[in-house]
């Protein structure tokens, strides 16, 4: 099973500045890599799929890099809404399907 | 507008069994492979099973193996997740979620739409 370790645990940012949110697997995934927001009480919604495509209606503000072992998602000017908990997710060897342990970002 | 609504949820002791549904709208449900993702309270997620678009393959996580079974039922657009054995540990909010792409052999491993989940609690 592939482990995803994601850094920072919590990531405390002021409104309008970048975020940048860690994912690192136990072996490649090639760029079989998504990421996901959740905010409290809501389902997930994806962000980020194929390591670095946005999905449908995502804005351009949020964006994925990376490939084999290493990715990162940066939020580039942090909105209000944008608070919430990211949890990156490998699909390239299953199963399992593994997600990371989520990264809080919060407001400073 | 793709919806997915899960119902079934409930408090049953350890040992027992629950019946998982999520009822599919909004796109052509049988060309699409779709998944179960759980959320224990306060914790992360945790990939539980998933189907092909077809149901004629299905993968488990290896905690719910010989203990859970996925299906689904193209004439209702609806997927089920029936869970027998069932623990303390299996106490989690329950996710279906759709995968994005259009393939009823395949399964890709993204989850594009969610639903938002179904409380199972196991406790005596």
């Known amino acids: 099973e592939i482990v995803m370790t994601q850094s920072p645990a919590t990531l405390s940012v002021s409104p309008g500045e970048r975020a940048t949110l860690s994912c690192r697997a136990s072996?490649?995934?090639?760029?079989?890599l998504a990421w996901y927001q959740q905010k409290p009480g809501q389902a997930p919604r994806l962000l980020i799929y194929g390591a670095s495509t946005r999905a449908t209606g995502i804005p351009a503000r949020f964006s994925g890099s990376g490939s084999g072992a290493e990715f990162t998602l940066t939020i580039s000017s942090l909105q209000s809404e944008d608070f919430a908990v990211y949890y990156c997710?490998?699909?390239?060897?299953?199963?399992?399907?593994?997600f990371g342990q989520g990264t809080k970002v919060e407001i400073k | 507008e793709v919806q997915l609504v899960e119902s079934g949820g409930g408090l049953v002791q350890p040992g027992g069994s629950l019946r998982l549904s999520c009822a599919a709208s909004?796109?052509?449900?049988?060309?699409?492979?779709m998944s179960w993702v759980r959320q224990a309270p306060g914790q992360g997620l945790e990939w539980v099973s998933a189907?092909?678009?077809?149901?004629?393959?299905?993968y488990y996580s290896d905690s719910v193996k010989g203990r859970f079974t996925i299906s689904r039922d193209s004439s209702k657009d609806t997927l089920y997740l029936q869970m027998n054995s069932l623990r303390a540990e299996d106490t989690a909010l329950y996710y279906c979620?759709?995968?994005?792409?259009?393939?009823?052999?395949?399964?890709?491993?993204?989850?594009?739409?969610w639903g938002q989940g179904t409380l199972v609690t196991v406790s005596s």
């Open positions: 072996q490649s995934v090639s760029s079989n």
């Open positions: 909004g796109f052509t449900f049988g060309n699409y492979a």
């Open positions: 997710q490998q699909y390239n060897n299953w199963p399992p399907v593994t």
């Open positions: 189907i092909s678009g077809s149901g004629g393959y299905t």
């Open positions: 979620g759709k995968d994005p792409h259009y393939d009823s052999s395949g399964y890709y491993g993204v989850i594009d739409y």
